[in-house]
């Protein structure tokens, strides 16, 4: 299973941006996937994911609403729409998949929360906020 990942870019405190992943190589409906980002000298950290079951969907609770993650099943992608831009939100985006059902948010908030669940992992797309 492959994962690109592309959308990123320089942009001004509070404009918008969409991420894109797509999925190629395996069953796109056998995944659930889920963007994660790692800021210079921090931790990677999840930022939202989607279930492949019942499009269940995760948020980390510092995006304070602004992000909207998707899947559209006929083109094998996964969306990020970050809307409200930040200059904390500065980082490498990651998208990655996880293999198997899974359904209800506290499974999908774990895979989240636990990047080592996931199976596999794409490039990153730089994301540059200005000030």
């Known amino acids: 299973v492959q994962l690109q990942a592309s959308g990123g870019g320089l942009v001004q405190a509070g404009d918008s941006l969409r991420l894109s992943c797509a999925v190629s190589g395996g069953t796109f409906s056998s995944y659930s996937v889920g963007w994660f980002r790692q800021a210079p000298g921090k931790e990677r950290e999840g930022v939202s994911c989607?279930?492949?079951?019942?499009?269940?969907?995760y948020y980390a609770d510092s995006l304070q609403g602004r992000f909207t993650i998707s899947r559209d099943n006929a083109k094998n992608t996964v969306y990020l729409q970050m809307n409200g831009l930040k200059p904390e939100d500065t980082a490498l985006y990651y998208c990655?998949?996880?293999?198997?059902?899974?359904?209800?948010?506290?499974?999908?908030?774990?895979?989240?929360?636990?990047?080592?669940?996931?199976?596999?992992w794409g490039k990153g797309t730089l994301v540059t906020v200005s000030s």
């Open positions: 990655a998949a996880y293999f198997g059902a899974v359904y209800g948010g506290s499974y999908l908030q774990s895979l989240c929360r636990h990047r080592y669940r996931m199976d596999y």
């Open positions: 989607i279930s492949n079951s019942d499009d269940s969907t």
